[in-house]
């Protein structure tokens, strides 16, 4: 199983909206992001920092259904 990568803030929203999540509103150093079709899925809120701990970026995870692996595709894209 393939390691977590420590990223940005911003690299994760790219990559989730890469996922088809939409920004809705940003407050502060937050971003809120929405799924639009998908209503399985959480509503997302990820903190526009310098890196992210493991933890919030496996919980963000968890909340979008998806994989490590298919967010490490991701990021490669």
Do not use: W
């Not at 911003?10 to 996922?19: E, P, S």
């Not at 150093?29 to 920092?49: C, D, G, V, Y």
């Amino acid at each position: 199983m393939p390691k977590l990568l420590l990223i940005s803030g911003k690299q994760a929203v790219k990559c989730f909206q890469n996922l088809g999540y939409k920004v809705v509103r940003q407050k502060g150093s937050h971003i809120r992001l929405h799924h639009p079709s998908n209503h399985n899925r959480f509503p997302l809120t990820i903190p526009k920092h310098k890196t992210l701990g493991k933890g919030l970026l496996r919980k963000l995870l968890r909340d979008a259904k998806i994989s490590k692996e298919e967010f490490l595709d991701l990021l490669e894209k």
